[in-house]
Every structure is written in C-alpha cells, then in structure tokens.
C-alpha cells in the first residue's frame, strides 16, 4: 500500500501535488486562451484535497501566480505553496539564469507580491550552471530569506547528490525537484542547465536515504522527453481502462514512497483524471513492463 501523505519539514501533505506550470499561454508564456477556465482548475485543486500547488514567478512571467491568488486567496489554511527561484524568462520566451544573490532576492520579491502572502512556504533553488553563480553563493541567499522570516523551508532543483550533499551541510532541505519519469532524464536536464546532474535514480536513492521528499517535473512522460515508453503506458492503460498518463502517475508514486508528483494540466477533466490515478495499484508485472 502507498504512504498517502508526505512531509516538507513540519508540513504534511498529500503524495499528489499540482504544477502550475501549465496555467499561463503556450510556451507557459502570456495569458491562457481562457484565464476563468484555468481559475476553475485551481479551485478544483481544492475542492478535490490537493493541498500542495507547485509554481513560479517566471511561469508566464507572473502569470501562474496571479491567477493563484485570483482564484484561491485567501488561502485555505491547509494549503502548501512551493515556488522556485534562480530562473527567469527572455524576451524570445527561452529560460535563463537568474541566480545572483540581487536576482535570488528580487524573484522571490516577485511571488511574495503576486502570490499576496509574506511567507512562502517552500521555495526551490533551481540551480542552473548557465547562471554563472556558484551553486552555494545561490543557496545562502535563500538561506538569508529564511533567516529574514521570508520563507519557511528550503528545497532544491536540477542538482546532483553532490550538490544535494553540500546544501545539507549549510542547511535542512526539505525536497528536490528533479526531472523524472519512466524514460529518466538526467541528460535532459544536463543539457538545459549544464548542471552536473546524476543518474536520476541516484538523486531519488540519496533524498530516500535522508527521507527527503523527491518532486518529479515532466513527471507524465509525454511528448518531446517521452516517446519511447508511449507504448508500454498505453498498454498497461488499456488493459485497465485508464489514461497512459494516470499510468505513469501511479507508476511514480510505486516507485518510491518519498515520490510526490506535481502533474500539471489546463483542463479540470484532466486534473480529475490525475487526482483519481493515486488510486491505481499496479502489479509488479505491469510495473516492469512501463520501466522498461
């Protein structure tokens, strides 16, 4: 049986999260087509227990977050925001670095401000080696925001055990958000932040050891990064009268018990589909079978 809840420090919630990612227009920049449909989707994320929302100021930019506090605030009391910081978006709609200790500040300014809240409850450091910042220089910038009262816990994205070692001597961190799905995705990750990332199971096997919550982005495995397993998910998925996507959701969360996917989705249907997928135990058989 899956663990049905997981902790972020002195935080529960439950091991299925909600990307914002998808909130803002294509290329997750500028408005959506339909800006109520998407506040409907995160009333829905309420209404249905999913009590952590995963986004960024740079989604849009300022996009996803507005529309957060548009259709949820006040905030349930429950409710986890986790946010990220060290990115930021190019006026061509590519990503950048953003993570000199002014910028690290001047983000989280960002989604303090659009998000209407004085403390964010997690904030992720993104790292990105592009940036031309030196990882720990990036970390204790955060770490000051916390010793400010500006934020509550401290989480990581794209490192490697390394660099997640070096963040646990200087402080708690609570979860790394790394790419992850049935393909992998270290390589992906490498070539986008020119991070030294390790084997993805690596990073999952270390934040297991120290019972460190492991968020997945691109967790579905669809499109550009997911072709190959296409077919091992629609198989499973057909044979149980599900989506390929509630496949690699419960696939996820067997994994590991630290695996908290954050899905993300424009459209309430889809996120209902997602919510259900927690529900799905798959057999060791069909678990070998969506690895690979």
Known sequence: MKPETITLGDLKVNRLGFGAMRLPGKDVWGEPEDPE???????????????????AWFYGPHVANRLIAEALHPYPKNLVIATKLGGRRTPDKGWAGFARPEQIREGHEHDLRDLKRDVIDVVHLRYNAHAGVPFLESLDAVIRL???????????????????????????????QNMYNVQGGGGAIA?????????????????????????????????AYGKKPLRALEAVAKKR????????I???????????PIPGTSRVDHLEENWAARNIELSPEELRAVAG
């Open 191 to 223: 070539k986008m932040t020119g991070a030294e990332v390790d084997d993805p199971d690596a990073v999952l096997a270390a934040c297991e050891k120290r019972g460190i919550a492991f968020l997945p982005y691109f967790p579905l495995a669809m499109g």
């Open 250 to 260: 419960a696939w996820l969360l067997a994994r590991s018990p630290v695996m908290l």
């Open 37 to 55: 449909r998407a506040r409907a989707v995160l009333r829905r994320v309420v209404e249905l227990g999913i009590d952590l929302i995963d986004t």
């Open 241 to 248: 009268g599900a989506t390929p996507a509630q496949i690699a």
């Open 146 to 176: 916390r010793e400010e009262g500006k934020l509550r816990h401290i989480a990581l994205s794209t490192v490697s055990v390394a660099q997640l070692e070096q963040a646990l001597e200087r402080t708690p961190i609570v979860a790394v």
